[in-house]
Each structure stands twice: as structure tokens, then as C-alpha cells.
């Protein structure tokens, strides 16, 4: 059964870094896509970022671009989200996705 | 940015048929587009109806189904079931970027 656990949210202060961490098991991780959403309290659904199976090619939400980062580990069947600079519109609950599988979320929250 | 348009809310009767639409402000949406399709329910995490416009994910009930419909992408519920109440979103693909709709809010009375 597929699945993705998401880790390393919290609570950060405006201008400051998280990276979050998903875990992926139960597919065959480094043949596809995997992609970051976020949904604000209350708010729809917004994709964030997403990077080709073998990490040569990605693609960033015009409004982090810049200070958001992913990458991802094939070896690891891990991927990431470097946050920077972070600002209270960041604040989300953050998921991470395959095609075919969500995880649970991880919730980011950006206030002084 | 393209903007992907649903219905913000539609209301279907128990075992009824409702249409969801996804249309694009780029033009019509083809295969191209890759359109994706999401229920999310209060309090849980999304998870995937359909990929790729018609595709069913393994645990995707069968009175869900994907297609194109003019020049829209369209997911049809077919029997609505009372646990079908939800939102549901698409998502297309535009070279690499992809683009949430506003999400459809589907009540079922």
C-alpha cells in the first residue's frame, strides 16, 4: 500500500527556514513526479512545487519561487522542501504527493 | 498564471448524476493538460479520484468517472451516495507548473 508521512513542520517566525521531509514507501518512488501542496486554514488547495522522477527538472508556484527549494533522495525514497525567508501567507498545512497518494500533511505555521 | 475555473458548489440528490467542470482560461483543456481530479472531505487530507483525465485510482468507487467534455475537463458522479458529500478539486498541468481550480463544493440532499 502506498504511502507518505510528512515531517518538519512547526511554528517559525516571518524570515525564517523549515525543510520538510516526506517518506514514501509501498511504490515504486523513483519513477515518478512528486509535488507539494499546501491548503491555508480554511483556504483551497494550492500546489507548491513538483520535481521529475530523476530531480533534473523542477517547477515552483510563482510566489515561492526564490525561496522555496525541493529536492529528493531515490535512494532514500525521500523528498524535501527547503522553506526560506517565510512569511505568515506561508502559514498551510503542507502535503506531499504522488500521482496516486497523499500523505497526511505537516502543518507550517509562520507568526512572531 | 492560467486560472482553472469549477463550480463553486452544485447539489446532487441521493443515487442521482452531477457533471464537475474544470476549464481553463488558456483555452480548452485537452489531454494535454493532464487533468487530476480530488475529494477532500472536513478535517481529512485530499486523496486522488482520477489522474491523467480518465485514469481511477485502485480504491476509486466505479460511479466515478473522468473525461473531456466541451472543451472542459468533467468528472461525473454516477449514484451519488450521502458519503459523496465533499469537495472535490482539479488540478492541470500547464509545461511542468500545475494550477488548482477553486474547488467544488458537492452536497448531497
Known amino acids: 500500500e502506498e504511502q507518505l508521512v510528512e515531517s518538519g513542520g512547526g511554528l517559525v517566525q516571518p524570515g525564517g527556514s523549515l525543510r520538510l521531509s516526506c517518506a514514501a514507501s509501498?511504490?515504486?518512488?523513483?519513477?515518478?513526479?512528486m509535488n507539494w501542496f499546501r491548503q491555508a486554514p480554511g483556504k483551497g488547495l494550492e500546489w507548491v512545487a513538483n520535481?521529475?522522477?530523476?530531480?533534473?527538472?523542477?517547477h515552483y508556484v510563482e510566489s515561492v519561487q526564490g525561496r522555496f527549494a525541493i529536492s529528493r533522495d531515490n535512494a532514500k525514497k525521500s523528498l524535501y522542501l527547503q522553506m526560506n525567508s517565510l512569511r505568515a501567507e506561508d502559514t498551510a498545512v503542507y502535503y506531499c504527493?504522488?500521482?496516486?497518494?497523499w500523505g497526511k500533511g505537516t502543518l507550517v505555521t509562520v507568526s512572531s | 498564471q492560467a486560472v482553472v475555473t469549477q463550480e463553486p458548489s452544485l447539489t446532487v440528490s441521493p443515487g442521482g448524476t452531477v457533471t464537475l467542470t474544470c476549464g481553463s482560461s488558456t483555452g480548452a483543456v485537452t489531454s494535454g493538460h493532464y487533468p487530476f481530479w480530488y475529494q477532500q472531505k472536513p478535517g481529512q487530507a485530499p486523496r486522488t479520484l482520477i489522474y491523467d483525465t480518465t485514469n481511477k485510482n485502485s480504491l476509486t468507487p466505479a460511479r466515478f468517472s473522468g473525461s473531456l467534455l466541451g472543451g472542459k475537463a468533467a468528472l461525473t458522479l454516477s449514484g451519488a451516495q450521502p458519503e459523496d458529500e465533499a469537495d472535490y478539486y482539479c488540478l492541470l498541468s500547464y509545461s511542468g507548473a500545475r494550477v488548482f481550480g477553486g474547488g467544488t463544493k458537492l452536497t448531497v440532499l
Open positions: 520535481i521529475k522522477a530523476d530531480g533534473s527538472e523542477k
Open positions: 509501498g511504490f515504486t518512488f523513483s519513477d515518478y513526479w
Open positions: 504527493a504522488s500521482p496516486r497518494g
